[in-house]
């Protein structure tokens, strides 16, 4: 496990300020980590990874059981910052039947005439399951501050700052109804630097296998760096609740981020403190006979 103490840096604190130059996007390049060397840390980064992968498998068999929570993890990032290795890596090891994850893409005309919760309510993960988000509600705070322009019909051409205080209220409300009602919600933002961007977009118009990740669109967005900054601290500021906090991972190394992200949602899974339902004695004694009756059989299929 990841010391709580190292954890912190990467917590928004509710009600803070954020500025995302106070939150690295090269962990291994701080003063604490330079220390130990990056080959150091790769190779603990990918100890703790595979350790989290296997209490992650334990975590999400005991909230299947005990049936009482479900798990609600988000995912939130520039082009390329790796939200979808880290949801490859981080879930590896847990049963497919006991998470989903969803991918939001731009909404259809038919999302469009519904209020901007509606597609991501339809997704939830039910109780004892883990959902993961790979975009989000969030999204609607984000791109579309970005490009107030794909808000969609019924909305203001220009939305002006009380529209988006709304919708973060909106958010914050939707994820208090989620906590009250059994949703652990833990939110990622993938924090991956503009020059580490550059390399992976160059990587994947590079190299013909990794060429289909590569969409125009991607260099068109990132021209609105500085904007997509803006929003995404906007966001983080008006939205880090206790409830629901924000994380801001370090991106730029790939093991990095994995590994952190793998240990914060354990750690909040554990603090659950859920337990295995107890068997009640009559049906304990029930077990036992059937136990017994099965025992007494002869084999064979006769
Ligand atoms: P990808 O994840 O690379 O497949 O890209 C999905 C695209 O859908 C991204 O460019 C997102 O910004 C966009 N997208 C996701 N949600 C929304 C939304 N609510 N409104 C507009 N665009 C969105
Ligand atoms: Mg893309």
Not at 8 to 31: A, H, I, N, R
Not at 109 to 134: C, Q, T, V
Not at 269 to 282: A, S, T
Request: aromatic share 10%; proline share 5%; charged share 30%.
């Amino acid at each position: 496990m990841i010391k709580n103490k190292l954890l912190k840096q990467f917590l928004v604190e509710p009600g803070t300020e954020v500025s995302l130059k106070d939150y690295v996007t090269d962990w291994t390049e701080t003063g604490e980590a330079r220390e130990l060397g990056k080959e150091f840390i790769k190779e603990r980064a990918t100890a703790i990874l595979e350790e989290s992968r296997a209490s992650l498998a334990e975590a999400q068999e005991l909230l299947y059981a005990s049936d009482t929570h479900s798990v609600l993890i988000i995912l939130q990032a520039m082009d390329a910052a790796g939200k979808d290795g880290t949801i490859r890596h981080v879930m590896a090891g847990v049963n497919p039947q006991g998470c989903q994850v969803f991918s939001f893409k731009k909404p259809s005309a038919e999302e469009l005439d519904h209020n901007f919760l509606w597609r991501y309510m339809k997704s939830l993960p039910e109780r004892g399951r883990i959902g993961i988000f790979n975009r989000s509600y969030y999204e609607d705070v984000l791109v579309v501050k970005v490009h107030p322009e794909w808000l969609g019909p019924g909305s203001p051409a220009e939305p002006d700052a009380g529209f988006w205080r709304r919708r973060y209220e909106d958010i914050n409300n939707f994820e208090k109804h989620l906590a009250r009602n059994g949703t652990l919600v833990l939110k990622f933002f993938l924090h991956v630097s503009k020059d580490e961007q550059k390399r992976r977009f160059l990587e994947r118009l590079t190299n013909p296998e990794k060429h289909w990740k590569f969409s125009e669109a991607d260099l068109a967005e990132r021209a609105h760096w500085k904007s997509y900054r803006k929003a995404f601290e906007d966001a983080l500021s008006a939205t880090s609740t206790k409830r629901a906090p924000w994380h801001v991972i370090p991106a730029d190394r790939k093991y990095v981020a994995r590994a952190l992200v793998a240990d914060i949602i354990v750690t909040a899974i554990r603090n659950l403190g859920l337990k295995y339902p107890e068997v009640p004695p009559e049906q304990l004694a029930r077990l036992t006979e059937a136990r017994e009756k099965l025992e007494g059989e002869g084999s064979g299929e006769s």
